[in-house]
């Protein structure tokens, strides 16, 4: 198990978003999280990716606990502890949210470089590979705006892969893309799980869910309903 | 006639050329990355940061910047527990650098807030940190889009420089009112008003190259 999370909710205020939320993955394994809009799937995803504080439950990523209950107060990982414990789990946006002024390579070299993590010419090869393997040879000079929502798409994926995440969440992958492309996508993403990465899908596309999951979980009125 | 009014007006224009683009050089110079840090903390979470950040710049933006110019050299030593007078330099400086700093400050305040929430949020799950996402992915952006403005106030700028003579400082503008008190004749003015298009030219061209440098993005 990669992904371990326990009775875990969220308000913003008085509006409850979910609640006593409790599912697990395992390592490899293709999880989509279906359910109508407003009912907390992005709000679930942020708070894994650590974007948003949950108020009660615990987040478990590969033995290490993100946040964890204690005396009915819900406590965050130290800060080092948690940078570390943030880089297994990748999130890929659903607007993509790459840097506009960076090219390809410096979209995926930014996050590697930053946090030291190999050297230089390693992370620049590993970047090479992943461009390589998603199909985007030749666009490592381009700039976000020159690329097709597909092309972004999978710059994002490969961004997200360079920091060898455990696991990758897709906030509504298939929103903003035409049959052809959202095949190629769906292929990279059985071809993530293959590796070992637990992927996440969160999304209303229940033909997009029929096609590519292993494990469905449905949200309804911020509980699971279906697992 | 004009002949006279050149050969004095040249060497006189040229010291005070050096003070008009003395104060526009300084100014610029530290009000930008002063102004910077200012936006930062007028956008604080602390508000009480805020509020008197927000303060000071109403302040600068509320008064002339002849008045600040007066009050920091004239005024400032009157104020009770201060005692001390700046230097004419300094109280020029001091002016400049503060109100600027305050336009400056609410352009990038704007600048910051037009940067797409996403771009922090992918920065903050790519555990880039606080302010390697801010040098690094938010301020380039920034700067991209506050050109135009920042571009308006440098031309601004140069044009004020010229409030410098209320404190007896001569800047080119008051080159030319000393040679057209001395030969009563309105030209020296004519001569400066074209010393000032050509500089705001030059300025153009130069804010036009930096804009296009970001240009290369959308």
Do not use: W
């Not at chain 1, 006593?20 to 394994?29: A, L, Q």
């Amino acid at each position: 198990m990669v992904l371990s999370v326990e009775n875990l909710s969220k308000s913003f205020g008085k509006n409850k978003v979910f609640s006593d939320i409790s599912f697990s993955v395992n390592r490899g394994e293709i999880v989509c999280i279906r359910g109508k809009s407003g009912e907390g799937k992005t709000t679930l995803l942020r708070c894994l990716t650590g974007l948003e504080d949950a108020d009660k439950g615990s987040i478990i990523i590969n033995d290490m606990f993100l946040c964890k209950e204690e005396n009915s107060h819900i406590k965050y990982a130290q800060k080092a502890e948690l940078v570390a414990i943030r880089q297994e789990i990748g999130l890929v946006f659903q607007s993509f949210n790459l840097f506009p002024h960076m090219n390809v390579m410096e979209n995926l070299l930014e996050a590697p470089t930053f946090l030291k993590k190999e050297a230089a010419e390693t992370i620049r090869k590993r970047a090479e590979v992943l461009l390589k393997r998603l199909e985007l040879e030749g666009k490592e000079d381009s700039y976000p705006f020159q690329l097709s929502g597909g092309q972004k798409q999978r710059v994002a994926i490969a961004r997200a892969c360079m920091l060898n995440p455990s696991v990758l969440c897709f906030d509504e992958p298939t929103s903003a893309l035409d049959e052809q492309t959202r095949a190629q996508i769906s292929k990279i993403i059985r071809d993530l799980a293959s590796q070992g990465i637990a992927i996440i899908i969160v999304t209303h596309d229940n033909a997009f869910v029929d096609e590519i999951a292993q494990r469905i979980i449905t949200m309804k009125d911020g509980f699971i309903t279906v697992d | 006639m004009e002949a006279k009014v050149l050969k004095m007006l040249i060497p006189m224009a040229l010291d005070g050329l050096k003070a008009t683009i003395g104060v526009f050089a300084l100014t610029l110079i530290v009000s930008i990355p002063l102004s910077i840090a200012v936006a930062k903390l007028r956008i604080s979470k602390n508000k009480i940061i805020s509020n008197i950040i927000g303060m000071y710049i109403y302040v600068m933006r509320g008064t002339p910047l002849l008045l600040q110019l007066m009050f920091i050299f004239f005024g400032y030593y009157r104020v009770p527990v201060i005692g001390y007078a700046f230097s004419r330099e300094q109280a020029i400086f001091i002016a400049f650098i503060l109100n600027y700093t305050a336009y400056f400050a609410e352009i990038f305040r704007g600048g910051i807030n037009s940067v797409d929430v996403g771009q922090y949020e992918a920065s903050q799950v790519l555990e880039l940190g606080k302010s390697h996402t801010f040098m690094r992915i938010i301020l380039p952006q920034v700067i991209k889009n506050v050109m135009p403005s920042i571009g308006n106030e440098v031309i601004t700028l140069i044009k004020d420089t010229s409030l410098i003579y209320i404190l007896g400082a001569g800047d080119i503008l008051k080159a030319a009112k000393s040679v057209s008190n001395a030969y009563a004749a309105f030209s020296p003015y004519i001569y400066i008003g074209f010393v000032y298009l050509v500089i705001t030219a030059v300025l153009t061209k130069i804010l036009g190259k930096i804009e296009n440098k970001y240009n290369y993005y959308r």
